[in-house]
Antibody, heavy 117, light 111 residues
Framework: EVQLLESGGGLVQPGGSLRLTCAAS????????MIWVRQAPGKGLEWVSA????????YYADSVRGRFTISRDNSRSTLSLQMSSLRAEDTAVYYC??????????WGQGTLVTVSS | QPVLTQSSSPSASLGSSVKLTCTLS???????IAWHQQQAGKAPRYLMK???????NKGSGVPDRFSGSSSGADRYLTISNLQSEDEADYYC?????????FGGGTKLTVL
């Protein structure tokens, strides 16, 4: 059974940093692209960043490029999102998800990030 | 990059059927899209992919009541025999070489 478990969310001040982690199990992690998607309170889904199975290909939404860094450790089946220079508008539930043929096919349960002073 | 426009939020009665629409922007009418369901307070759940030829590929455990189809730039999600647990927000998603987008969502109310 595929499982994706996010952690690392919490309260951080504007301008601060936070690292999210997604622990994956139930599939051969290195064979699949992975993605982060966020959802601000009461809003829709917004793509944040994606990484290929090997970790060498990364993509970012314009809203986070230069501030967020996606990475993966295939030996540990973990996906990470390093977030810096955080803003109030980054407040959201962050989901990791598994990609199959470029589309999302499985979602984690999410972790809440609150950026506030 | 593609833009996805979703239909307005419908209300439908228990046991009836409803068809949700997701429209691809000009130049992207051949894109595959995915439908996701998000019940209140829960994480999204993948339902299916729908291609331009009308084929669809459902996720594991998705009931037979859910089906997909397409016409031109429109991609559809049809839910038959509506149940109370189908009340949710429904999002479509598509992607190209280095980006992906979501539609604004459609809130389905089951009466």
């Amino acid at each position: 059974e595929v499982q994706l478990l996010e952690s690392g969310g919490g309260l951080v001040q504007p301008g601060g940093s936070l690292r999210l982690t997604c622990a994956a199990s139930g599939f051969t992690f290195r064979n699949y692209g992975m993605i982060w998607v966020r959802q601000a309170p009461g809003k829709g889904l917004e793509w944040v960043s994606a990484v290929g199975g090997g970790g060498d290909t990364t993509y970012y939404a314009d809203s986070v490029r230069g501030r967020f860094t996606i990475s993966r450790d295939n030996s540990r089946s973990t996906l990470s999102l390093q977030m810096s220079s955080l803003r109030a508008e980054d407040t959201a539930v962050y989901y990791c998800a598994k990609l199959v043929d470029s589309g999302i096919c499985y979602w984690g349960q999410g972790t809440l990030v609150t950026v506030s002073s | 990059q593609p833009v996805l426009t979703q239909s307005s939020s419908p209300s439908a009665s228990l046991g009836s059927s409803v068809k949700l629409t997701c429209t691809l922007s000009s130049g992207h009418s051949g894109n595959i899209i995915a439908w996701h369901q998000q019940q209140a307070g829960k994480a999204p759940r993948y339902l299916m992919k729908v291609g331009g030829s009308g084929y669809y590929n459902k996720g594991s455990g998705v009931p037979d009541r859910f089906s997909g189809s397409s016409s031109g730039a429109d991609r559809y999600l049809t839910i038959s025999n509506l149940q109370s647990e189908d009340e949710a927000d429904y999002y479509c998603e598509t992607w190209d070489s280095n980006t992906r987008v979501f539609g604004g969502g459609t809130k389905l109310t089951v009466l």
